[in-house]
């Protein structure tokens, strides 16, 4: 099955710093890559996600890479602000296939606890 | 907006004691999901479900079971609680066509004393 490893486990950044997370996945059938940001108490939420039809995509402060050949992709931050200090984490998946078996299934790294310095 | 929604946000149960957990969403999504969150270790899928009374093991289904009776409802049972089940529960919901990943509910907090 699909593995995926996340790194570092910890990040903190002074406020208008980048910050950037990386992750890397086993299976080479993985096609979907999200990012969920999770706050203190609440539910993670999707920020931002690629295809690996795709090398980058951006989304104002944050953007997303992937490198299907090393099977890694990457979270970059720019201009970090305190509210971006939260649990994020990386998933990958085969998408789904009504066809097939993988239902959409994401496998999700451990996490990086990021922190927002003012 | 989809919404996922759990029916408890904190719940405290007694060893050996058989807990459920209900997960409801309203956007017709085919598949849900259930996951346990703990510090350090992500988002570790317990079961899954992809159709009314189907399911599927996820990479930690020991000490679980789920039931999906109705598309909109995924319960997860944990038929004599333990200690080592205290943790946060995630449920899920996702599409199958123009998948887009998950929403997630709010989370279950238990604590099994």
């Known amino acids: 099955g699909e593995n995926v490893e996340q790194h570092p486990s910890t990040l903190s950044v002074q406020e208008g710093d980048s910050a950037v997370i990386k992750c890397t996945y086993s299976d080479s059938a993985s096609n979907y890559f999200p990012w969920y940001k999770q706050e203190l108490g609440k539910r993670p939420q999707l920020i931002i996600d690629i295809r690996s039809n795709v090398g980058e995509k951006k989304d104002q402060r944050i953007a997303v890479t992937l490198n299907k050949t090393a099977k890694h992709f990457s979270l970059h931050i720019t201009e970090t602000q305190p509210e971006d200090s939260a649990v994020y984490f990386c998933a990958a998946s085969q998408g789904s296939n009504a066809g097939g078996t993988s239902y959409g299934k994401l496998t999700f790294g451990q996490g990086t606890i990021l922190t927002v310095h003012p | 907006d989809v919404k996922v929604t759990q029916s408890s946000r904190y719940l405290v149960k007694r060893t050996g004691e058989k807990v459920f957990l209900e997960c409801v969403q309203d956007?017709?999504?085919?598949?849900m999901f259930w996951y346990r969150q703990d510090p350090g270790l992500g988002l570790r899928l317990i079961y899954f479900?992809?159709?009314?009374?189907?399911?599927e093991k996820g990479d930690i289904p020991e000490g679980y079971s789920v039931s999906r009776e109705k598309k909109e409802r995924f319960s997860l049972i944990l038929e004599s609680a333990s200690t080592n089940q205290t943790s946060m529960y995630l449920c899920?919901?996702?599409?199958?066509?123009?998948?887009?990943?998950?929403?997630f509910g709010s989370g279950t907090r238990l604590t099994v004393v």
């Open positions: 899920a919901s996702g599409r199958t066509v123009g998948f887009y990943g998950y929403t």
């Open positions: 956007m017709d999504h085919e598949n």
């Open positions: 479900s992809y159709d009314v009374k189907m399911k």
